[in-house]
């Protein structure tokens, strides 16, 4: 199964579940206003979820999501865990088809070295 197969069909779930729920939120008479809160409150933290490894982010992360889990349980938000659904899913796109690659890249990055350059340099002038 070839690379672009793969994301055009991974692209397409994730289109379908995305509307499915949205069409189901709207035919069940669903909070806008409570998967809109859930989603803006969460799409940010699936994207970059490769920020929440050290010690402060994690520490943040978890402490939000916590107060966040209290207040929609006390106040009984349930329409709000639809928006959660919406930003795992495209959160988690953004995540793999954009975020992840890019950390690859910068971690393949090959630092400046001058000695290099030189020979190099030298190399390329000797070969004219």
Do not use: R
Not at 17 to 29: A, D
Not at 68 to 75: C, H, M, Q, R, S
Not at 93 to 107: C, D, E, F, G
């Amino acid at each position: 199964m070839g690379s672009t197969f793969k994301n055009i069909l991974i692209g397409s779930i994730a289109a379908i579940l995305c509307s499915g729920i949205i069409i189901y939120s709207n035919e069940n008479h669903k909070s806008f206003y409570q998967i809109a809160g859930g989603f803006v409150l969460f799409v940010f933290p699936f994207a970059f979820l490769s920020s929440f490894f050290s010690k402060i982010g994690s520490f943040i992360f978890l402490f939000v999501s916590i107060i966040i889990v209290y207040l929609v349980t006390k106040f009984y938000y349930t329409d709000f865990w639809l928006g959660v659904l919406l930003a795992s899913i495209i959160g988690g796109a953004i995540y793999l088809y954009v975020t992840a690659p890019a950390i690859k890249k910068m971690n393949e990055y090959k630092p400046f070295s001058p000695s290099d350059y030189k020979e190099k340099a030298k190399q390329f002038h000797k070969n004219k």
